[in-house]
């Protein structure tokens, strides 16, 4: 079945770039959205990109998206404190609502 | 415009216990999706309602398991007599139907079966 990818941590130095990858395997995938997770909050959605593109920026947030390897990239620049979060990858088909989740990846960033 | 509202943050019942998690769709939303993350694992689609009718509950297990959204009133996922491969967090998300692409995600319920 389908399936999403993440590696479960991620620590970098405040001010540094923070690069967080996912691998899906449906080639059916229309879209792939990041979510975010700060302590005791709800899911919050960063951004998503649709997968005839390839890049989609956003202030801080740039997506890059290799179709023909399945992967999917997050890059948050000049990374703060306040970006300590777990951020999930996920992908869906048009118009479905069954969205299929990685595991997370926890971001820490050191001061 | 509040976000969409679970209650509780945490529930803990004992194993054979019932657990009944609370969902209220943020404003203007009809739509509500279950999802369910086991540890370790990511989110898994459970069930999608609207008011009234279950639309879909492929991901529901077939037992003890259950969901309603009542024309008045948060939308309930029941869990009938426990067990400890239930502990996990239980996310609810709404939307207007229109944009099945956006759902907006709650703070989840951590469930923990004693």
């Known amino acids: 079945g389908e399936d999403v990818e993440q590696s479960l941590f991620l620590s970098v130095r405040e001010g540094d770039s923070s690069v967080i990858n996912c691998t899906y395997t449906?080639?059916?995938?229309?879209?792939l959205y990041w979510y975010k997770q700060e302590p005791g909050a709800g899911l919050q959605l960063l951004t998503y990109?649709?997968?005839?593109?390839d890049m989609k920026q956003d202030q801080r947030l740039t997506v890059l998206l290799n179709k023909k390897d399945k992967h999917l990239s997050l890059r948050i620049a000049d990374t703060q404190t306040g970006d300590s979060a777990i951020y999930f990858c996920?992908?869906?088909?048009?118009?479905?609502?069954?969205?299929?989740f990685g595991t997370g990846t926890r971001l820490k960033v050191l001061a | 415009n509040a976000g969409v509202m679970q209650n509780p943050r945490h529930l803990v019942r004992r194993r054979g216990q019932e657990a009944r998690l609370r969902c209220s769709p943020m404003?203007?939303?009809?739509?509500v999706y279950w999802y369910r993350q086991l540890p370790e694992e990511g989110l898994k689609f459970m069930v999608y309602?609207?008011?009234?009718?279950?639309?879909?509950e492929s991901g529901m297990p077939k037992e003890r398991f259950s969901a309603e959204f009542p024309k008045e009133g948060p939308s309930i996922l029941r869990i009938q007599q426990v067990v400890r491969g239930d502990s996990a967090a239980y996310f609810c998300?709404?939307?207007?139907?229109?944009?099945?692409?956006?759902?907006?995600f709650g703070s989840g319920t951590q469930l923990s079966v004693l």
């Open positions: 998300a709404s939307s207007d139907g229109t944009d099945n692409e956006k759902l907006f």
């Open positions: 449906d080639s059916s995938s229309t879209y």
């Open positions: 990109i649709f997968s005839n593109m």
């Open positions: 996920a992908e869906s088909t048009s118009g479905t609502y069954k969205y299929i």
């Open positions: 404003k203007g939303h009809s739509h």
């Open positions: 309602l609207q008011k009234e009718n279950i639309i879909d």
